[in-house]
């Protein structure tokens, strides 16, 4: 099993960015596809972004592109997810996923494990 530990979640005015970071298990991390997701409350939780085994294949929602970045840090155990000019629609829990198929995919039903979640939230 995979245990994932999210952080780096807080309280940020517009425009400002944050840096979350996903703790996994040591022996399993390389095995599998990374991804986020967020549900803002009575919302439906909705994909953020996604990335593959090797780092190298990344998938964004539209709604973050050329705002967040997804990283994998395989030495560290770590994936990431860098938010810079941060929107009040932006706030919600953010939760990192693990899938075992190993293939970066927008679709949370591909993720097997997911972490407790850290709150963001983005002032105006």
């Known amino acids: 099993q995979v245990q994932l530990v999210e952080s780096g979640g807080g309280l940020v005015q517009a425009g400002g960015s944050l840096r979350l970071s996903c703790a996994a298990d040591?022996?399993?991390?390389?095995?599998?596809?990374m991804g986020w997701f967020r549900q803002a409350p009575g919302k439906e939780r909705e994909f953020v972004a996604a990335?593959?085994?090797?780092?190298?294949?990344?998938s964004y929602a539209d709604s973050v592109k050329g705002r967040f970045t997804i990283s994998r840090d395989n030495a560290k155990i770590t994936v990431y997810l860098q938010m810079n000019n941060l929107k009040p629609e932006d706030t919600a829990a953010y939760y990192c996923?693990?899938?075992?198929?190993?293939?970066?995919?927008?679709?949370?039903?591909?993720?097997?494990?997911w972490g407790q979640g850290t709150q963001v939230t983005v002032s105006s």
């Open positions: 996923a693990a899938s075992f198929f190993g293939r970066a995919s927008e679709d949370k039903s591909a993720y097997t494990y």
């Open positions: 040591v022996r399993t991390f390389t095995r599998y596809a």
């Open positions: 990335v593959g085994l090797s780092g190298g294949a990344t």
